[in-house]
């Protein structure tokens, strides 16, 4: 195996010998035969080892028994500690995705802090499979069935060609010692239950299975890779990016053939999971909207517009007459001025003197009245927006600047008659929302 695996790094990932590489280290079979084999062969190696504190002592053993292993092999070894089960109930996560998780945030972070350059995990063929499985059952698309992938940005996974069978050979070969996670052994975990019972009565009716999975993942890459650039085409006729987000024409999706498919090949990256929910949009009333944990879908007429869901911020915000700029919940700027200039959209001149400090700024209210510059008479903010043709999402972002209970300016939209500045204007107030 050793002679396979060097030909393959050598293949799939010709420069690695050169780097820092950080080997994923549970202290389990897996991880010692891939730590064991790049040390082997000259690697520039350190072990990388996350306690996630679910198993007592046995938790706090293996972190010993991957420093004895770097101790042994005289490489540098990282060790990180996590309250796995805290991190799960804060963040509403299954164990096993709030493990995940938590390695991967810590492998970013050794790979921002220059530790490593690369860092390999011990996964492998049965692995892909066993993923392979979990992503069918849950009726993933075409994506979630071309296996794990050999490479991430600066996640490599060098033993994906091998078998369990093969490394568990290997190991024994070479006299390795390693650590049994006792968790591995129940099947309450989906991907236990395969490992342990599926796959196992599968590979008996089917004794090439995992070459048999590895063809057909392959196949499913290149048929996704076909979808990709075609996908390509597709965005560039049907979506247009905007400042908060991004507009999908109804009308030219559905002027495509396979209008569903090309709906869910658009929106997954965005974590959505209500499908029929999705497809319903294009038929139902404006306003009627889709969300997933980031995001949201919003039928405005002709479009759905896709914005990400802000996160909770104050939505009132005092300013006194001594501010000269403030950054939240917008950035805006009062700069005292000695004359009138032009202006754009994000900048008005008022008359001071007829502000009531400290003013306020909030977000717009159902039933908000404003006299908009230049017209006669008052209108309703809604209407207002209705004849400024304003999308449901671009009105959710409207601040208003006011004094006392009287709207001085819609930001970026319009400023209030009553406030504008005239040939009697003593004391000029400029203000600019900055972008």
Request: proline share 3%.
């Amino acid at each position: 195996m050793k002679n396979a695996f060097q030909k393959h790094l050598l293949k799939t990932f010709p420069d690695l010998y050169q780097k820092r590489v950080g080997v994923a280290c549970s202290g389990g079979l897996d991880s010692v035969t891939l730590a064991f084999l790049t040390h082997q062969l000259g690697y520039d190696i350190s072990l990388l080892h996350c306690n996630f504190n679910l198993r007592g002592t046995e938790s706090d053993e293996d972190a010993a028994f991957v420093t004895q292993l770097a101790e042994q092999y005289s490489v540098r070894v990282y060790h990180e500690s996590f309250s796995t089960e805290t991190y799960a109930t804060d963040h509403k996560r299954s164990i096993q995705m709030a493990a995940r998780e938590l390695r991967y945030n810590w492998f970013d972070e050794l790979l921002q802090q220059e530790k490593v350059d690369f860092i390999l995990t011990a996964h492998h063929a049965d692995d892909s499979l066993e993923t392979f499985l979990i992503n069918a059952g849950r009726g993933t698309g075409l994506r979630g069935l071309t296996g794990i992938p050999q490479q991430h940005a600066h996640i490599l996974r060098p033993l994906l060609p091998f078998s369990r069978a093969e490394i568990l050979a290997y190991a024994k070969e070479e006299g390795l010692y390693w650590r049994e996670d006792s968790s591995n052994a129940e099947s309450k975990y989906l991907r236990n239950a395969l490992r342990h019972k599926v796959v196992p009565a599968w590979k008996e009716i089917t004794p090439n299975l995992l070459d048999a999975i590895a063809t057909t993942e392959q196949r499913l890459k290149s048929a996704h890779a076909l979808i990709e650039d075609y996908m390509t085409l597709v965005y560039n006729l049907v979506v247009t990016q905007q400042a908060d987000g991004y507009a999908l024409s109804i009308e030219k999706l559905q002027e495509l053939p396979n209008t569903r498919a090309l709906l869910y090949e658009l929106l997954h990256p965005f974590g959505f999971t209500a499908w029929e929910d999705i497809y319903s949009l294009l038929e139902s009333q404006s306003g009627k909207q889709v969300f997933s944990e980031t995001h949201r879908l919003l039928k405005d007429r002709t479009l759905l517009l896709l914005t990400e869901i802000p996160s909770e911020v104050n939505t009132e915000k005092t300013i006194p007459e001594t501010a000269t700029e403030i950054t939240a919940p917008i950035h805006l700027r009062f700069t005292s001025a000695p004359h009138f200039e032009v202006t754009n959209a994000h900048t008005v001149f008022v008359d001071k003197e007829h502000l009531e400090f400290p003013l306020t700024l909030r977000k717009w209210r159902s039933g908000d009245v404003f006299y908009p510059f230049g017209m006669k008479g008052k209108k309703k903010l809604s209407k207002f927006f209705k004849d400024e043709k304003l999308s449901l999402a671009e009105k959710e972002q409207i601040w208003v600047l006011c004094s006392e209970e009287k709207i001085v300016w819609v930001v970026s939209q319009r400023l209030d008659e009553r406030f504008k500045v005239t040939r009697n204007t003593t004391e000029l107030l400029k203000i600019t929302r900055v972008l």
